[in-house]
């Protein structure tokens, strides 16, 4: 009796389309040590040497294991070519400017070490603070796409094997580090149970990194850090040639925001280029009341409101604002948000580190008609009302005033359906 057998054509999500082409490059973006990163990988047809296969990916080495996949078949001459190139150009773009850093070139067992390294987390068994049935599905199709993927590689004797996790962690992170960048950085990982970044960054072994203290409470956001340099009289080492550095960190986990003072012990000093942690001693960890929270992250808030004509509303695209250009819509309850980041992540590199000083700003077009620009920095909000107030969207814009808040009320107005701005403040005037 003759057996029956499923055969998936080339419309069909569990079709190997990657066995029609050939490897030809990867593209990442080179930002592992913020615990992501976005890979833009290109494929030949081997019947059509024109034709292109494009995967864009967002790894994440937290929680998810997979933020975003997506294919896009570019073969010119047919119909779709220009919107599906143009298409996979804005997403990766986009990844590029939101998280600020470089670019390079990565060989393909590299670029199998990294994926292989993200999609354990990507199990069902996992423990999320956001999860649901979509996203379950989306991460089954991203891993079977994958596994696709890397079965084409290694049948064709690709595989990940002389490329260590250290070594896949190197290439996609800075050649130089200061200072300040190796303390942020190793705590932004630690704190994020990051342990293999974490570790990359230290001399220490990632069981004596899980026994800092500083991962008790779970996965944490780092979202401010204030160092300031010791000296080895108040803060020995135990090989006596480490520099201290004294850190108090604030940082948010699933059921409350932390404060926590530490000692990092540097292979070098504050002038060193590429030091390594030592060693690391946690003081004091606690947990804070939201009033202490509210005082910790708290940050002025300067605003330009804008009143919008209906036919702006109808089809508001952001590329015509330069700086929200790469931005993606982000549905909100009172609208639209767009969030224009900087282009790099300079603001590691002080002592100083705030969680969100790598954004000039945000823009809200919420559902009553309104264009509400924040920053929390003087200087980007002027630079983002005179991007809008020269925009082609000028004509259908009037200025309803400019504001410093010194409490949150941007993610109030976010949050809240149909809010107009004078409705959660006392107008003081322009």
Not at 80 to 102: I, P
Not at 254 to 262: E, F, I, K, S, V
Not at 275 to 303: C, F, H, N, T
Not at 393 to 418: E, H, N
Request: charged share 25%.
């Amino acid at each position: 009796m003759a057996e029956l057998e499923l055969i998936h054509g080339k419309k069909s999500e569990k079709y190997n389309h990657f066995s029609d082409y050939d490897f030809e490059s990867c593209r990442a973006v080179c930002a592992r040590l913020m615990g992501v990163v976005a890979l833009k990988v290109t494929w030949r047809g081997k019947e059509n040497r024109r034709s292109r296969l494009y995967q864009v990916m967002h790894l994440d080495y937290s929680e998810y294991g997979v933020d975003e996949y997506q294919e896009f078949i570019c073969t010119p001459g047919e119909e779709d070519f220009a919107d599906n190139r143009e298409e996979m150009n804005g997403l990766f773009n986009r990844f590029v400017a939101v998280m600020g850093s470089g670019l390079r070139d990565i060989d393909a067992p590299v670029m199998l070490r990294l994926i292989e390294d993200a999609l354990p987390l990507a199990s069902e068994d996992m423990q999320r603070e956001y999860d649901d049935d979509e996203n379950k599905e989306f991460r089954a199709y991203a891993k079977m796409r994958l596994g696709f993927m890397t079965d084409t590689l290694n049948s064709r004797g690709i595989t990940s094997a002389d490329c260590s996790s250290r070594d896949a962690i190197e290439e996609t992170s800075p050649l130089k580090l200061s200072a300040f960048e190796t303390i942020n950085y190793f705590i932004m990982r630690l704190v994020d149970c990051d342990y293999p970044a974490a570790s990359y960054l230290s001399s220490m072994s990632e069981d004596a990194l899980r026994e800092t203290g500083l991962t008790d409470a779970g996965i944490q956001t780092l979202v401010r850090t204030d160092i300031e340099k010791s000296d080895r009289k108040k803060d020995p080492s135990g090989d006596s040639l480490s520099f201290p550095f004294r850190c108090r960190i604030t940082t948010l986990a699933r059921d409350a925001y932390y404060h926590a003072t530490l000692v990092i012990w540097l292979s070098g000093s504050q002038r060193t280029t590429n030091p390594v942690v030592r060693d690391i001693k946690a003081g004091s960890i606690i947990k804070l009341s939201d009033y202490e929270a509210a005082m910790q992250v708290s940050r002025p808030e300067y605003l330009t409101v804008f009143d919008c004509k209906d036919d702006m509303l109808k089809g508001f695209d952001p590329k015509y604002i330069l700086p929200f250009a790469n931005s993606a819509a982000t549905m909100v309850p009172n609208g639209w948000l767009y969030t224009a980041y900087k282009g790099n992540n300079n603001h590691v590199d002080t002592s100083a580190y705030r969680l969100n000083d790598d954004v000039y700003g945000y823009a809200v077009l919420t559902i009553a008609g309104e264009l509400v620009l924040m920053s929390n920095d003087l200087r980007n909000i002027s630079m983002l009302d005179d991007s809008t107030i020269f925009s082609l969207y000028a004509p259908f814009l009037s200025t309803k005033g400019r504001y410093r808040i010194d409490s949150s009320v941007f993610q109030t107005l976010c949050r809240v359906p149909g809010a107009m701005f004078d409705e959660l403040v006392e107008p003081e005037g322009e």
